[in-house]
Every structure is written in C-alpha cells, then in structure tokens.
C-alpha cells in the first residue's frame, strides 16, 4: 500500500526554521515526482515547492524563494523541505505528495497520492 507520512512540523518563532520530512512506503520514491503544498485555514491548497524524480528539476512558489529548499535522498526514500527564516504567514498544515512521473507542475491536482499533512505554526 502506497503510503506518504509527514514529520517535523510544529510551533517555531518568525525567523526560525524547520525541517520537514516526507517519508514513502510501499513504493520506490525514485520514479516519482514529489510535491510540498500547504493549505492554510480558509485559504486553497497552494503548491510550495516541486522536484522531479531525479532531483535535476525544482519549483518553488514566489513566496518561499530564497526561504526553503527541497531535497530528496530516494535511497531513503524521504523527501525534504527545509524552511528558514519563517514567516507567520507561512502558518499552514503541509502536505507532501507523490505522482508516478518524472515531473509535474507544482499543482495539487497533478497529484495522485498524498500524506495526512504536519501543521507548521509561525508564532511569537
């Protein structure tokens, strides 16, 4: 059974980071394009950051340029979202996503299979 579960997410301060983890069972990660999405209370589900199978291709929304950076290890199969200098309007539950693809667009409907999400909270 195909499964995504998210770690690392919780309360951090603005100007702080996290470090959030994708890990895959029941599938080999590395023929898959991975997505990171957030949805944030009453707002749509919004593409963060996207990487092809083979890590030579990256997406990141305007937003997060600069900020985060994606990363997979498909030996582990895990992938990686690394956020710095948090911001509260980064507050959002986040999604990883999984599509048999070597790439898609940083769209959520692209994306067939996904995790239960990890709440990332920007606070002081």
């Known amino acids: 059974q195909l499964q995504l579960v998210e770690s690392g997410g919780g309360l951090v301060q603005p100007g702080g980071s996290l470090r959030l983890s994708c890990a895959a069972s029941?599938?080999?990660?590395?023929?898959?394009?991975i997505g990171w999405f957030r949805q944030a209370p009453g707002k749509e589900r919004e593409g963060v950051s996207c990487i092809s199978s083979n890590e030579g291709n990256t997406y990141y929304a305007d937003s997060v340029k600069g900020r985060f950076t994606i990363s997979r290890d498909n030996a582990k199969n895990t992938v990686y979202l690394q956020m710095n200098s948090l911001k509260p309007e980064d507050t959002a539950v986040y999604y990883c996503?999984?599509?048999?693809?070597?790439?898609?667009?940083?769209?959520?409907?692209?994306?067939?299979?996904w995790g239960q999400g990890t709440q990332v909270t920007v606070s002081s």
């Open positions: 996503a999984a599509e048999r693809s070597f790439y898609r667009r940083c769209m959520s409907f692209n994306y067939d299979y």
């Open positions: 029941g599938f080999t990660l590395s023929y898959y394009a």
